[in-house]
T-cell receptor
């Protein structure tokens, strides 16, 4: 079954540093999304990148997509303590329905 | 800013009992979803709902589960006979398209 898998599982950095998280998936997709989850709370949509796009920016976020390698990366520049959260990639099922498959997530800890 | 709401925030029930989790999606959204997240694990897709019918469902969404949009504003998830392993956070989400989704804060279900 299709699945997004993020690495690293956990990442600890200093405030001001950049954080890079990677995601790999197994089957073809129409789009890939990144979400953030603060501990025990709901998910917040960060960015969507379509299969025909290679890079997308939103504020301090930069997402890349390489469909030939079935991988994506999320870069957070100039990280802040408030960026501390879990980050998930999510892919659509490309099945004609509306099914979103989440990866296991990367836990990011930004030290002040 | 409009948001998805869920009630109750925490539900405790005994094994074998029926529970109904309630969600109020954002009013102009057309696509509705339920997910669950067992503590410490990833978010798992349960079901998507569009045009008053199930669009897609996962293997988890067996005969014990059902969804309903009874009055054009609420979106409910019913678990007929709860099991211990149904204990999890249940998230509702809605979207105006089949892609970007807005998540509610979740209902924590504890089955004893």
């Amino acid at each position: 079954s299709q699945q997004g898998e993020e690495d690293p599982q956990a990442l600890s950095i200093q405030e001001g540093e950049n954080a890079t998280m990677n995601c790999s998936y197994k089957t073809s997709i129409n789009n890939l999304q990144w979400y953030r989850q603060n501990s025990g709370r709901g998910l917040v949509h960060l960015i969507l990148i379509r299969s025909n796009e290679r890079e997308k920016h939103s504020g301090r976020l930069r997402v890349t997509l390489d469909t030939s390698k079935k991988s994506s990366s999320l870069l957070i520049t100039a990280s802040r303590a408030a960026d501390t959260a879990s980050y998930f990639c999510a892919t659509d099922g490309n099945t004609g329905g509306f099914k979103t498959i989440f990866g296991a997530g990367t836990r990011l800890f930004v030290k002040a | 800013e409009p948001e998805v709401t869920q009630t109750p925030s925490h539900q405790v029930t005994q094994m074998g009992q029926e529970v109904i989790l309630r969600c109020v999606p954002i009013s102009n959204h057309l696509y509705f979803y339920w997910y669950r997240q067992i503590l410490g694990q990833k978010v798992e897709f349960l079901v998507s709902f569009y045009n008053n019918e199930i669009s897609e469902k996962s293997e988890i969404f067996d005969d014990q589960f059902s969804v309903e949009r009874p009055d054009g504003s609420n979106f409910t998830l019913k678990i007929r006979s709860t099991k211990l392993e149904d204990s999890a956070m249940y998230f509702c989400a809605s979207g105006i398209s089949g892609y970007e989704q807005y998540f509610g804060p979740g209902t924590r279900l504890t089955v004893t």
